[in-house]
């Protein structure tokens, strides 16, 4: 069983330009969620998709955006960046739409850099 | 919102000695409750969740939580600590408004000393 994988590991930017960040879900897993953890600080939820629609939305700005394909992997998507969007990006997936019922499966994250 | 609270920012224990970390959450009814662990450089693992029933839950690692509605409390405990249990702790809570998501603490980095 493969797990959940992230690319890449790490990519520095600067300020203003734009990041694509992608994620492979576990296998038969059809919901992924993303995260965003600043240093020393627990993850914040940005965005859940299942089955290719958006279903779930933190407190995030619309400069991040995400899609979902369908084999189910997903992309992270950041315009403008700014120096506070340094942080590691975590990929989660589960099965089921993402209820609690279901755990949701971490991959290592990719570290984003801005300069 | 439901949020959780982690007292504790950095906890150390010697190696063989019992280890409790500190949870506290903000909710009416019963949440969705889970711990989780992170190694330096990696990701997320689930320990344990919570979610209805008995309320001593028993996870992987020789970990174990319990859930007190009273005190609002879902305590992550272990008898003995290992060396390899050094790692940042996360305890979230499920928060169904947007999506399913976890809405994670701040952490707790455990420090084992020998």
């Known amino acids: 069983e493969t797990g959940v994988t992230q690319s890449p590991t790490h990519l520095i930017k600067t300020r203003g330009q734009q990041v694509t960040l992608r994620c492979s879900s576990q296998s038969g897993h059809n919901t992924v969620s993303w995260y965003q953890q600043a240093l020393g600080q627990g993850p914040q939820f940005i965005f859940q998709?299942?089955?290719?629609?958006?279903?779930g939305r933190g407190n995030f700005p619309p400069r991040f955006s995400g899609l979902q394909f369908p084999n189910y992997s997903s992309e992270l998507n950041v315009n403008a960046l700014e120096l506070d969007d340094s942080a590691l990006y975590l990929c989660?997936?589960?099965?089921?739409?993402?209820?609690?019922?279901?755990?949701?499966?971490f991959g290592d994250g990719t570290r984003l850099s801005i300069l | 919102a439901q949020s959780v609270t982690q007292p504790d920012i950095h906890i150390t224990v010697s190696e063989g000695a019992s280890l409790e970390l500190r949870c506290n959450y903000s909710?009416?009814?019963?949440?969705?409750l889970f711990w989780y662990v992170q190694s330096p450089g990696q990701g997320l693992q689930l320990l344990l969740k919570?979610?209805?029933?008995?309320?001593l839950v028993q996870g992987i690692k020789g970990f174990e939580a319990e859930f007190k509605r009273s005190q609002s409390s879902f305590n992550l405990r272990k008898p003995s600590v290992h060396w390899s249990d050094a790692a940042e702790y996360f305890c979230a809570v499920g928060e169904s408004n947007s999506g399913y998501a976890l809405n994670f603490g701040k952490g707790t980095s455990l420090l084992v000393t020998p």
């Open positions: 909710y009416g009814a019963t949440p969705y």
């Open positions: 989660a997936s589960s099965l089921g739409g993402g209820g609690f019922n279901q755990p949701q499966h």
């Open positions: 919570y979610f209805s029933g008995d309320t």
């Open positions: 998709y299942y089955r290719e629609e958006e279903n």
